[in-house]
């Protein structure tokens, strides 16, 4: 059964909090224009329109596609070539289109539960087509394809190029079997291990993972065989029409492929399966002509791995939870993991059913417009909103937004890629290595219980998020952007700009998740104070740190001064400093 659905229209707050999570951010004005609709609504807008596809990547050398035409002497160094294909990512994230976003959200999402390490993959068409293929399947319910949907996606990933170079999935073969990405595929990308707040039970045996044992990961491991990596790129998908890896031998005869009928490919005790009696995966000998495999008859096999594994109950729920944890919030205690464990009932169930057939856009929607996902909007103390701590993605494209800046067109590379790889080194320099996570399970925040979205925030991380913020206002900043603050505030709040006290509030009130009942009196005096979502002290703190150098009537004479629209140097001055003091707050860490 979905999630139950907030009724009536969002409103400015409840807005704020759905493009903060759903998109990588909004203006001003977007951010009205969704306050007006129902959730059903906005996510029509952010889910059920018609995209276009990116524009190729662009080397800069050659001033054209290498994606997919191929490499040749005449185009940049590999190393160059991987940081362009970076930053071209980080363009689609920059895309000013709502919509646009949100698709490269759910593709953001999905390379989080996918990963990929350029320090082991170092091919930049392999690492294009992959994030092509999560494109493809980003919006998988925009299609009436049944087949487009997140187990179709996991077949296609376990022999994409860039996956069996990353889990060395080229070199698993009959007779010398590699069983990493079989491990992995159970582990992070499927089944799982279990809540880590309350493991499964285990029968005490030496490989039994409660949900899994290591004997399937060996099985999985034979059926996976015989592929190897396509530096071609000629053997084309006809579903996706995107490179896929090969099998060794070649087509008609995967001559790496284990088809030892001596031993079945039988899974342990831990798999309930009603497709295949006994747990056993048999090869289908219509596609093996004279009994020899084929290219058809290893992805037949590796099809009905992923058919036995989606019918167990804990994969689906290991990928609701992922889906739980992006886009709306992490548990960090034993009991708010076991709190949350009936949302995520309700996730699977609709996931799993066969009106869905295991379309993730589905259930990322109904989230999206569910009264658990707009719970907080109720109070301060709801884990919903402010209740993620950003990624460096998200402060440093949502800030950008926000501020209205964009990025060149694509075609002008230079122009381009300067622009992007600013936003991109300041991903990094803020603890996300992009596109190279410490390990293959990926970046911790998205996966390490119970610390998850708090890795993002270190001594050394916070400070570089603040020196951002502090070079991006800075009139003298080195950032290839640069904010003035009151073009800005003229052009966005100019109805309460001479008003120093209702102007802070207006700021705070789409910069900070939460911001009712804000107050500037004591709570003897004005009862909305008790309950307000920043306290007395602190909206007076913005207040002082945006007005501080004025030492009699600060509040008029920051009226007089705007008013008047002469002391621009002056007026911005005072801005910068309201805006350092909001986008340095711990409060603007949280989305």
Known sequence: MPLPEYGGTL???RAAHLLRRATFGATKQQI???????????????????????VLPIDPKTGSEWVLSGITPANSEGGALEE??????????????????AREKVVLFLHTHFTMRTEKVDNTRALYFQNQLFREFALDATTADTDVNFKTLTVKAS???????????????????????????????????????NPPATSGEEGDYGVYREADVQTAARILTGWDFDDTFG?????????????????????????????????????????FPGNVITPDPLLMPGGVPTLESALDEITKLIDLIYEQPETARNICRKIYRFFLWAPHTDAEVMASETIIDQMAALFVSPANNFKIQPVIENLLRSQHFYDAAGGVTDDAFGGLIK???????GTLKFFNVSVPDPTQADQ???????????????????????????????????????????????????DFIRTLLDPQGTLYFNVNTYDFVKANFAAVASDSEELVKALIAYLLPHHDFLVYEDPNNNPDALTASLTVKRLNYFLTRFLTDVNMDPKGYWTTTWNQGTELAELRDWLNRLFNALLQSPEYQLA
């Not at 698993?172 to 880590?196: D, H, M, P, Q, W």
């Not at 090969?246 to 490919?265: E, I």
């Not at 990624?391 to 494209?397: M, Q, T, Y």
Request: charged content about 20%; overall charge neutral; proline content about 5%.
């Open 84 to 101: 362009f294909l970076l930053r071209w990512f980080v363009g689609q994230m920059m895309n000013s289109s709502l919509a646009y976003s």
């Open 159 to 197: 022999v994409d190029n860039a996956m069996l170079e990353l889990l060395d999935g080229k070199l698993n073969v009959k007779g010398s079997f590699n069983e990493n990405y079989a491990r992995e595929l159970l582990e992070l990308y499927t089944i799982g291990r279990g809540l880590e707040a």
């Open 32 to 54: 009205d224009s969704f306050a007006g609709l129902t959730p059903a609504q906005a996510i029509t807008q952010l889910y059920r329109q018609t995209l276009p596809d990116p």
């Open 235 to 275: 053997n084309i998908d006809p579903d996706t029409n995107l490179p896929r890896g090969k099998v060794k031998g070649g087509n008609t005869n995967a001559s790496a492929h284990d088809n030892d009928a001596s031993k079945p490919k039988q899974f342990s005790d831990r798999f309930t399966s009603v497709l």
């Open 416 to 466: 381009y890629y300067m622009a992007t790889g600013e936003v991109l080194g300041q991903i990094r320099r803020q603890g996300m290595n992009f596109y190279n996570p410490y390990d293959v399970a990926g970046y911790e925040a998205y996966h390490q219980y119970p610390i998850y979205h708090r890795f993002w925030i270190t001594t050394n991380t916070l400070s570089r998020r603040y």
């Open 11 to 13: 409103g400015q707050k």
């Open 391 to 397: 990624s460096p993605i998200d402060l440093v494209i």
